[in-house]
């Protein structure tokens, strides 16, 4: 065991495993305290496995049901013991994609109170006291609503986490020394163009600027937990057909990349002059 600890903040359940699993298995597996922070429940997730249609039938609470079980399963696999529900379980509910009606509903997590929102992630910082962070861009990688709200309440819990001032109840303040941002290189989304996945980069999500990642962490080795963890949100992932059962079968698929959003850089490895660690440059 090693006393670093790492926290993520994810919108909706299946994310964590999506664009993180890799990492989550990767420093779990080096004895650093992985925690989860999950916004919603994924409510109005698209049911893709034939055997769950009749969910709908249940409604958004139905689905939400099934999300926590799955999401309970993934993260067993990932090796990752520690999770929290903002706000506690269904404080938020999944805002839909962007521009759908349910943006607008008043318990979505993108109408979410920023004030209350960041009082209860301060309150988990302060327990979970981790050195590094991880959450999405200020575009929410793709522009879901949910994930652009992850990123700014992420934000604006930061300095008052480590404020003596603010909410004393919540805990000892706790500053946290590096936050990284969830990135796809544009080089491997032309990777995937070019390997006939994908017809053209519009049909892929906008990836950054390879100039602009400044970690990445290899987990290929864990490819297939990282899939493995994918496969318990049967609910929202077919990794047998189409696109993104392509993508998944790719060894660079467990290879995660990130942006650097506050904190200072640690030294660099490799060609690109990245990170190979995000832990890179923080006094043990």
């Not at 495993?17 to 992985?34: C, D, E, L």
Request: hydrophobic share 40%; aromatic share 6%.
């Amino acid at each position: 065991m090693t006393d670093r600890r790492l926290l993520l903040v994810h919108a909706h359940p299946d994310d964590e495993a999506m664009s993180t699993g890799a990492t989550m298995v990767h420093y779990a597996q080096r004895g650093v305290g992985v925690t989860l922070v999950t916004c919603t429940r994924g409510e109005l997730g698209e049911i893709v496995a034939t055997d769950l249609a009749g969910l709908s039938e249940a409604g958004p609470e139905g689905l939400a049901k099934q999300r926590e079980r799955e999401l309970s399963d993934a993260l067993q696999v990932l090796g990752v013991g520690r999770h929290h529900w903002l706000g506690g379980v269904g404080r938020w509910r999944d805002s839909g994609m962007a521009g759908d009606p349910s943006n607008d509903a008043e318990d979505s997590f993108a109408r979410a109170d920023i004030g209350e929102a960041t009082r209860e992630l301060v309150a988990v910082l302060r327990a979970e006291r981790p050195q590094v962070v991880i959450t999405y861009d200020a575009q929410g990688g793709y522009g879901h609503p949910d994930h652009m709200q992850a990123h700014r309440v992420t934000m604006a819990a930061l300095d008052p986490a480590a404020d003596p001032a603010y909410e004393p109840a919540l805990g000892s303040p706790w500053h946290v020394s590096k936050v990284y941002w969830t990135a796809i290189p544009r080089s491997i989304m032309q990777q995937i163009v070019d390997a006939g996945i994908a017809t053209s980069l519009d049909d892929l999500p906008p990836g950054v600027a390879d100039e602009e990642i400044t970690a990445t962490v290899d987990g290929r080795e864990h490819l297939d937990v990282k899939i493995a963890a994918l496969r318990a949100h049967r609910s929202q992932v077919d990794l047998d057909n189409g696109l993104f059962a392509a993508v998944t079968a790719r060894h660079e698929f467990a290879i995660e990349h990130y942006v650097l959003g506050r904190g200072e850089r640690g030294p660099a490895a490799g060609p690109h002059g990245w990170e190979g660690d995000l832990f890179a440059g923080i006094e043990a």
